[in-house]
């Protein structure tokens, strides 16, 4: 069994920032890459960041100079620093991660962005 337990979401005026937390436990041998999504109401699931095992990272072209990705491999972690908040950035945040075999997600932190 394999948990993604998230943490960091909340409430946050525009220009303002927040950490988003993600870690992994249970039976994982190795996780290859780890990513962020967010869902907004209304709107389909979209790949907010991607870091591989060795660290090359990808962004969302909406958050590129935002927000940054990073990983602890000691510690099953995956981090999504997110500065300059946006109002439009209000979603759902989910983290995802890959095995060799199967990929998981996490249940999800609301993040809320006033103006």
């Known amino acids: 069994q394999v948990q993604l337990v998230e943490s960091g979401g909340g409430l946050v005026q525009a220009g303002g920032s927040l950490r988003l937390s993600c870690a992994a436990s249970?039976?994982?041998?190795?996780?290859?890459?780890m990513g962020w999504y967010r869902q907004a109401p209304g709107k389909q699931r979209e790949l907010v960041a991607h870091?591989?095992?060795?660290?090359?990272?990808n962004y969302a072209d909406s958050v590129k100079g935002r927000f940054t990705i990073s990983r602890d491999n000691a510690k099953n972690t995956v981090y999504l620093q997110m500065n300059s908040l946006k109002p439009e950035d209000t979603a759902v945040y989910y983290c995802?991660?890959?095995?060799?075999?199967?990929?998981?997600w996490g249940q999800g932190t609301q993040v809320t962005v006033s103006s």
């Open positions: 249970g039976s994982i041998l190795s996780i290859n890459a």
């Open positions: 995802k991660i890959w095995t060799w075999t199967d990929d998981y």
């Open positions: 870091i591989t095992k060795a660290g090359y990272t």
